[in-house]
T-cell receptor, first 114, second 114 residues
Framework: AQSVAQPEDQVNVAEGNPLTVKCTYS??????LFWYVQYPNRGLQFLLK??????LVKGSYGFEAEFNKSQTSFHLKKPSALVSDSALYFC????????????FGQGTTLQVKP | NAGVMQNPRHLVRRRGQEARLRCSPM?????VYWYRQLPEEGLKFMVY????????ESGMPKERFSAEFPKEGPSILRIQQVVRGDSAAYFC????????????FGDGTRLSIL
């Protein structure tokens, strides 16, 4: 079965410091991976995706993610955190062997303090 | 470009009533997915539809829940005889064809059962 794990419920960083939100996956075949962000009382906003190609993927709002096949990880990163980055972050894998639904991790709350 | 539109944003029902949640996909998107977010949990897939067809309903509870995406009009998620455990945020996502395409989410309907 395909699955995604986000091992940290919450990540705390100081504004201006680099941030990492961790994600590991388990899939059959090549993974199609996505990161989304959710602000309170809003839907999920797409940040970036990995389908194939370069292991470092750049996305919206200065975020990037590093795909590591040997470690089955897809960690989200940003060189310099902003207070406005505080939100709930979801990693997801697309069920490409099935009908294309997204399988989500449990989510990680990012708290950026001034 | 209008995003995915969901209405109502908030819905309050008493136990035993029916709830109808609507979703209009982004223009040009023919694939609609419904997900449910329970408090303190991640998003769980419910159903995947294309126009006039249910493609995958493996995440739908066997009773009381149904979904449709008619030729004209929005997709509807219908919950009959609601119970307290149905209280959740229900999100709709749409995408064009292709597994590499990200799904775009609406802001959700928050269903509260009294």
């Amino acid at each position: 079965a395909q699955s995604v794990a986000q091992p940290e419920d919450q990540v705390n960083v100081a504004e201006g410091n680099p941030l990492t939100v961790k994600c590991t996956y388990s899939v059959s075949g090549n993974p199609y991976l996505f990161w989304y962000v959710q602000y309170p009382n809003r839907g999920l906003q797409f940040l970036l995706k990995y389908i194939t190609g370069d292991n470092l993927v750049k996305g919206s709002y200065g975020f990037e993610a590093e795909f590591n096949k040997s470690q089955t990880s897809f960690h989200l990163k940003k060189p310099s955190a902003l207070v406005s980055d505080s939100a709930l972050y979801f990693c997801a894998v697309r069920d490409i062997l099935g009908t294309g639904k997204l399988i989500f991790g449990q989510g990680t709350t990012l708290q950026v303090k001034p | 470009n209008a995003g995915v539109m969901q209405n109502p944003r908030h819905l309050v029902r008493r136990r035993g009533q029916e709830a109808r949640l609507r979703c209009s996909p982004m223009k040009g998107h023919s694939h609609v997915y419904w997900y449910r977010q329970l408090p303190e949990e991640g998003l769980k897939f419910m159903v995947y539809l294309q126009k006039e067809n249910i493609i995958d309903e493996s995440g739908m509870p066997k009773e009381r829940f149904s979904a449709e995406f008619p030729k004209e009009g929005p997709s509807i998620l219908r919950i009959q005889q609601v119970v307290r455990g149905d209280s959740a945020a229900y999100f709709c996502a749409s995408s064009p064809a292709g597994d590499s395409q990200p799904q775009h989410f609406g802001d959700g309907t928050r269903l509260s059962i009294l």
